[in-house]
């Protein structure tokens, strides 16, 4: 498939990026930042978002949802990055979308609707440490009357304070299972910090957590192939919104080349200076074009997808990280400053490197896939 937008992706673009623009640039943030702002987000711009359809893009039809595939969830990530919009988008409306369909039954009949109505804010209990590793969960699920008792706890758990839902992974006797655990189930406790970029992620304890049997996303045991489905979605969000932030810093930079005077002449018409935007010019572009990849090959189901998930987190990781660079760098003293956006977007980036496996994570694991 090419590596282009539709027309129908093309349009909703054209409508999505208009709206973030608008109604959520850079101010917001900070804004949000300012009055520390105890929820990470702003529930009334969630609200514009669901009147729009945006939680629902993933959602099957069936469900209240739209259908639509991750391309056009990327496009909406991309402008979230490129605005620097806190949302719970993409732990409730991908990652935990991705999981619910994948596993169905019970608990996605509860929740696809209210996610798509907007009514849910769902978060991902997933790491356990300083560092992104899903195949070291040692939070057990131990079987206890009609259902599960959960023990252990979550690192970096995105909107984990004020969730309706969390969905948790554990260790059970076969293999690992995923559970839905309300936020008003006895004995979860969330402690939420602030990030470098103002977003807010809790450490999360689960201490003698009982859910029923209904809890159980998908079959005891086999939560495997869900949690792949979660982690592959979600790793393609984060490396769709990471174009954007790159984006938005690039485009910003090349703004300050053009107005910005040293010598008397724009600092554009240096030459070593026009060398690097166009060096940052095409890391952006290929970036963009291996998260494009990655999301057709998620809606295709295609077995390949796994590695391609991998390579876009991490070109999509050290593009944006070359952005934000160049931009503090370009800037000069004043990038350093909090006056100037470049600073928020380095510190965006900070945080999204880490999120869901950083650049060395996922290279170790396209060198995996390729029997390195």
Known sequence: MPLYHNDDQAMLKDSVAPFVAEQAPVLHL????????ATGFSRDLWAQFTEMGLPGM?????????????????????????????????ATSVG??????KAGGTQAGRWLPAIASGEAIIALAIDEGAKHRPDRIATTATRAGNGFRLDGKKSFVLHGHVADMSIVAAKTDGGITLFAVPKDAKGVTADPRRLVDSSLASHVTLDGV???ADAVIGEVDAGGEILDALLAA?????AAEMVGVGQGAMDMTVTYL???KQFGKLIGEFQGLQHRAAHLY???????????KAQQLLDEGSEGAKLMVSVAKAKAGRAANLAVREGVQMHGGIGMTDEYDIGLYMKRDRALAEYMGDVHYHIDQVARMNGY
């Open 30 to 37: 900070r804004k949000l930042r300012d009055e520390a702002d």
């Open 258 to 260: 053009k107005e910005r």
């Open 282 to 292: 095409g890391e952006m572009e290929v970036a963009r074009a291996t998260v494009m």
């Open 210 to 212: 009982e859910v029923d």
């Open 96 to 101: 935990a979308v991705a999981a619910l369909a």
């Open 58 to 90: 993933l959602v099957p039809e069936a469900h209240g949802g739209l259908g639509m595939g991750h391309m056009e969830a990327g496009i909406v990530l991309e402008e979230i990055g490129r605005n620097l919009t806190p949302s719970p988008f993409l």
């Open 234 to 238: 979600t790793r393609t969000g984060a």
